[in-house]
Every structure is written in structure tokens, then in C-alpha cells.
């Protein structure tokens, strides 16, 4: 009865506002795959080319075969079968570097030698693995830092690792991606480290029972690149021009700003600009359908006032028990409501509510002078997934890297 007072009071107390859209800057596109996946090279239950084969009928547009190196010796012999090949997708070259204090997935746009990576895994040596697999050209990528069962990341997270694995399968359950979003990455964040965030599906199962809860594609990650190359691609993920959806049909979120003032967006999430001036920036935030559609002219988009948005920040009202009532609130136009949550410097910032189709909310604010800010958002909503999946992944729909204003350089 209380959080349906609760949404009383939002809906009534909220701002509606003119949010208008801004395009996306930049002559690339955003390009949707997963980035962690097993076949019987190591522990997954298919071999290569019915792994393919799944990922292609999802529509993906890349993929990476990330097979544990400890089941190959040290040898990636899954780079060269004749099966790891696609007309459809583009393939990078990966292998999950597999020891007792943490898993990592290694990246590649070509295969690459693992020698220096298999003995610094048999020292269960990261940083001598980090080392060498820039050597090689990859990116090396901490996966499933919270998981609780199996292979938390005990290492130091050392300055030169090139992204994290936020969103691991579901969000909630079993690697408790929650955890890794909310504590692990933005305890790093907040301590002023710019270090992106992808998801990965890790995916090991396409015909057994476990594949009726995992599946390639959940989540999928969504890189902004120049072209749809594996070396785009790979840059893309360094850069932080990363989204990440819970599914491939899921709407996704686009997350850019205007920061010189001139009414075009030319910041997106990843970016890391120096604003001296003390002047307002205009942020737009977009959740994107499959079909990219802008949303219904009779949308509506309300946003939160600060009194509640500090309720939340304190506990006082949980996030999803507020946005799982607005999703099953009728709408006249039968679309998906959504609510957007804004971080600044770890802190719940603003919240707005989409409404009846509406897709795309905007914020302003004025970082303080050459102080480190950095700001990314969270979709909630209805995930359409068989309702005893629901408490896997709770009501997660997408999230962004974030915008970098002031931190230090890389």
C-alpha cells in the first residue's frame, strides 16, 4: 500500500518535460554481440559450429569463442578450427585466462600467440598476463568480478586492465552482476579509474536444461565503432563506446551530451572531456527499440523530485519494487514503461519515468571546476522473459559507460 502511495506522489509531484532528442555524433553505428561464450574446446556442451550457429540466429553482428585456457594447455586451438567462421558475424579471437583467483577474458581482432599468457597463468600472475597480452595486441578484460560460487577476481585490479565484465548472464543471479555494477566497478569508478564496462553472457550450455536459463545474447553488449570490423570493434571496447542491453531484442541505451554549448551532442558515454568554465551541460539520454524508433508523440516523461530521488539514494524506497509497480500500470499506448536512473559520482542523481511510448529523457547540470565528475545511467523495466526467469534477472533492461568530465588522464 506504501509504494503505491509512493507512485501517487511521483507521478503527481513529477516535472513533465519537453525532452527533445539529439542525434548521435559521430559517422559510426552501434553494433550488438556477445563477448564471452564456451564450446567443447573447454567446458561448453556444443562444438564450435552449432555455437555459431546459435549466435547467428540471434542476429548479432559479432561474437568472441572465449574457451578456458586451462582445458586446451595453453594452446587456442579453437582460433583455427575450420568451423570458427561466419558470413554473418564478425569474430574476434578470445580465450578466458582461467586461474584460481579470477577469470579474464583476453581479446584479439586476429589470433595471437598465448605462450606469455599460459605461464603467467601457471604463476597466477595477472599483471604479468596483462603484460603480455597487450604485447599481442588484446585487451584483457576482468570476468564475473563477484561471483560468489566460482572465481571471484581476487587479484589487484591493476591500472592498465582494459575493461571489466559488469553484467555477467543474468543480472541478479548466479555471478550477482548487481553487486559488480552497484560496488565492485563503482568503487572504481568513484576512486577516479575510467575503466569500461561490457557484459558477456558466458554462455556454456545450447542444449541441455541449463540452456532454457542461459543463452547467448543475455546480455548483449553494444559497441559504437567506426565500421563493423574486428579492429573497430576492439577499439570501440577500449574506448568505453559500450552499452549493455539484457537482450538483443531489448531496448538499449544511447547516453551523449553537449558540453561546448552549441545545441549538438558530441560527447557519448566512454568520453572523457576537461570542462573549466562552469557552464551547463545538456545530457540525452535514449532508450533505443529495435527499430530505433524516437517514441510515441503522446509519451509522456516525468522526472522525480529530489526529495524522492534522495529516498532512494537512502533505502527508503527500492528501486525495482518502484519501477515494477509503474511497469504494470496500464498505458494507453501498450508500450513498455520505463524509469531512468542517473548516477553522479556513484550517487542516485535523477530519475525520470517514461510513460505511455516516450523514449528519451534529458537532464542538465553544472560540474563543479575541474573537479572529477562522472555520470551513467540505468534502464529499469519489464524484461520479457519466461516469469520464472524474472528473479534471475530482476528488472534490469540496459545500462551505460559512463561520461567522463575532469578525470585524470589515461
Not at 264 to 290: C, L, N, R, Y
Amino acid at each position: 500500500m506504501r509504494q503505491e502511495l509512493v507512485i501517487t506522489v511521483v507521478l503527481l509531484t513529477g516535472i513533465l518535460g519537453a525532452h527533445q532528442s539529439h542525434a548521435q555524433t559521430g559517422s559510426g553505428n552501434w553494433y550488438k554481440g556477445d563477448l564471452h561464450a564456451h564450446s567443447t574446446y573447454s567446458d561448453g556442451d556444443s562444438p564450435v559450429a552449432e555455437v555459431i550457429a546459435s549466435a547467428e540466429a540471434l542476429g548479432l553482428d559479432f561474437f568472441a569463442l572465449t574457451d578456458h585456457d586451462i582445458f586446451m594447455d595453453g594452446n587456442p586451438s579453437h582460433f583455427f578450427d575450420p568451423d570458427y567462421h561466419s558470413e554473418k558475424m564478425v569474430l574476434l579471437y578470445g580465450v578466458e585466462w582461467t586461474t584460481r583467483s579470477g577469470h579474464a577474458n583476453i581479446w584479439s581482432s586476429m589470433p595471437f600467440s598465448y605462450q606469455a599468457l599460459w605461464q603467467a597463468n601457471r604463476e597466477e600472475d595477472a599483471q604479468a598476463a596483462i603484460s603480455a597480452a597487450h604485447s599481442e595486441g588484446a585487451l584483457f578484460s576482468i570476468n564475473h568480478p563477484s561471483a560468489f560460487l566460482c572465481c571471484p577476481w581476487e587479484y589487484q585490479v591493476y591500472d592498465d586492465i582494459d575493461t571489466i565484465e559488469v553484467w555477467n548472464s543474468m543480472f541478479v543471479l548466479p555471478n550477482f552482476s548487481r553487486l559488480t555494477v552497484r560496488h565492485f566497478w563503482e568503487d572504481l569508478l568513484k576512486s577516479g579509474r575510467r575503466i569500461p564496462g561490457v557484459g558477456g553472457s558466458d554462455t556454456h550450455h545450447i542444449q541441455d536444461w541449463q540452456s532454457v536459463l542461459f543463452g547467448h545474447g543475455n546480455p548483449t553488449t553494444w559497441v559504437y565503432a567506426d565500421e563493423l570490423t574486428a579492429e573497430a570493434l576492439v577499439a570501440g571496447i577500449k574506448a568505453g563506446h559500450v552499452s549493455i542491453s539484457y537482450d538483443p531484442s531489448a531496448v538499449r541505451l544511447d547516453f551523449s551530451a553537449d558540453t561546448d554549448g552549441d545545441g549538438e551532442d558530441e560527447t557519448m558515454m566512454g568520453d572523457a572531456i576537461v570542462h573549466e568554465s562552469g557552464q551547463e551541460i545538456s545530457f540525452t539520454v535514449k532508450a533505443v527499440g529495435p527499430t530505433d524508433n524516437e517514441g510515441t508523440p503522446r509519451g509522456k516523461v516525468l522526472e522525480l523530485n529530489e526529495s524522492l530521488v534522495g529516498d532512494l539514494e537512502e533505502g527508503v524506497i527500492v528501486s525495482e519494487d518502484l519501477f515494477n509497480l509503474l511497469i504494470i500500470h496500464s498505458n494507453e499506448n501498450g508500450a513498455d514503461n520505463y524509469g531512468v536512473v542517473v548516477f553522479k559520482n556513484g550517487k542516485f542523481f535523477k530519475v525520470g519515468l517514461l510513460l505511455n511510448g516516450a523514449r528519451t529523457f534529458t537532464f542538465m547540470d553544472t560540474p563543479e571546476t575541474l573537479t572529477p565528475t562522472y555520470y551513467r545511467v540505468e534502464l529499469f523495466g519489464m524484461t520479457h522473459v519466461n516469469p520464472l526467469h524474472l528473479p534471475f534477472y530482476g528488472m534490469e533492461v540496459a545500462l551505460t559507460n559512463p561520461i567522463y568530465i575532469n578525470f585524470p588522464q589515461q
